[in-house]
């Protein structure tokens, strides 16, 4: 006879490294000195004073997704390579870490997502705000109907000059930035006007009702999507901002850097 | 502490008083004692001295700084009543030694309260401080937190001593020069952050520039990136310069416009 813990010894037999999603101090102090294997911890925030660290800028809800933002994070931080077999320990029902899983290093399924909040011209927080935004968004709508509504993030000065105004600025000489307690609301408002939202590195929001003008040559963005997502997928090739997307008929929200589609979130699962 | 006692002569009756006033008194401390125990607490003192070496020491004795400032406020009371006793007992003699003391007591008093706030607001400003520091990873930085700790200290140490009057005159020297040169240094270093700050201030009220200008500052030509009080990024070829406002101020602003 088997105790329940021996069934699960294959499934962390043998693992290069360890992550720990979200661990507790009590947790974490357990785990720290675990014998045969590097210990990374994957969190919002580094509570528990951890040696490697990844931060999740996002609670992504869908553990699948928070494994694998989890391990781009620690390959682009050099924690874990490639063909490595790592071992995930996660909350997945409650708050404490209540699932263990198994899984491969593989670096061809790199995303670039880690690299999208980490190695952005503007700040990881910034993008998370902005990301945010556009998942609530995603989720309620303007007044029920769904709305579509394209971000762009950092170097704001160059996307400035390769843009118009559609219309007056509401945002000019204003100090409004994204996380600010009320501009969900005033963002919102603005999306039902078409255009883009532009915000510069430090998440002032510089103007909105933007209409994008950067050469679209050569962006090979997925078939299907519409001009809002070619108008993103362009800028970001022309200057070193992100774009974030909102998409009106399918209602996810895309990201692209340097021209490319990098992540693909669907709103309702947050 | 003279009560007038002339219509009870009676020495039995003044010593049966005496006690009465004595055992009121101690019934007195104990209440007070009580009921400003359970006042500290729901004022959330406990909480707020949390982590103090004060708590800390009265942890170590088995106590804590709730109940130890209740004890000292029942202790007060239960001097106060024997000596009230003993007075109307009639038990002392003129002059007696303690009148000068209690006189002096509510200075000691005062003195102590203080002195013990006085430690609680060190634990607590070095402990906000150093929270404060915790992103800078600089191992220097560790002795701001107790630089602070110790001003706020000597502060209260500074009052204590002057209320129960012994003489503090050089060490309020010593006080002014510490205050003196910190300002006059702080001044000093942070006068280009100070400037800078005061013409950002005027930038973001007014802005004469704004996110996607080009302008010429200095002889720096560029994007402007960003504006924030103290410096303008623009950007030219690749390269980000981050130009402190009060350039803007001295050497004048270019607005280019093709």
Known sequence: ?270 | MQVDLSPVLDPDFRYVLGVATLFAGLALGYLVGRVNERLLLALGVDDAVEGTSIERMAHDVGSSTVSLVARLTSWIIYVFAVLVALEVAQLTVQDAVWYPVVGFLPSVVIAVVVLFFGVIAGDKAELFVSERLRSVKVPEMSVVPKVVKYSVLFVAALVALSQVGVAIEALLVLLLAYVAALVVFTAVATHQLLTSAAAGVYLLLRQPYGIGDRVAIGEHEGIVQEVNVFVTRVEDNGREYLLPNHLVFERGVVLVRE
């Open chain 1, 1 to 270: 006879m088997a105790r329940p813990p021996e069934l699960l010894e294959d499934v962390l037999d043998g693992i290069d490294a360890l992550l720990v999603f979200s661990p507790s101090g009590a947790y974490y102090d357990r785990v720290k000195d675990v014998e045969g294997a590097d210990v990374v911890v994957v969190a919002t925030e580094n509570a528990v004073g951890a040696e490697t660290f990844v931060e999740l800028p996002l609670a992504f809800d869908d553990v699948k997704e928070r494994i694998r933002f989890g391990i781009e994070g620690a390959l682009s931080e050099g924690a874990v390579e490639d063909g490595d077999e790592l071992g995930c320990a996660a909350p997945l029902f409650g708050d404490g870490v209540d699932m263990v899983a198994r899984t491969k290093v593989d670096e061809s399924r790199h995303s670039g997502i880690y690299d999208l909040f980490a190695n952005s011209r503007a700040e990881p927080g910034v993008i998370r705000d902005v990301f945010e935004v556009a998942i609530e968004l995603g989720q309620k709508g303007q007044k029920g109907k769904p709305v579509g509504a394209l971000f762009v993030v950092g170097d704001a000065g160059k996307v400035m000059n390769k843009s118009r105004p559609l219309s007056y600025n509401p945002f000019e000489k204003s100090h409004v930035h994204v996380g600010d307690p009320i501009v969900n609301v005033m963002l919102k408002e603005f999306s039902r006007l078409d255009g883009a939202f532009v915000i510069s590195d430090s998440g002032k929001i510089v103007s909105a009702y933007r209409y994008l003008e950067p050469s679209a040559e050569g962006t090979d963005i997925p078939k299907g999507l519409g001009a809002r997502h070619m108008a993103a997928g362009a800028i970001t090739r022309d200057t070193t901002a992100v774009a974030i997307v909102l998409s009106e008929s399918d209602g996810l929200v895309r990201a692209f850097k340097g021209g490319e589609l990098v992540l693909e979130l669907d709103p309702e699962e947050y």
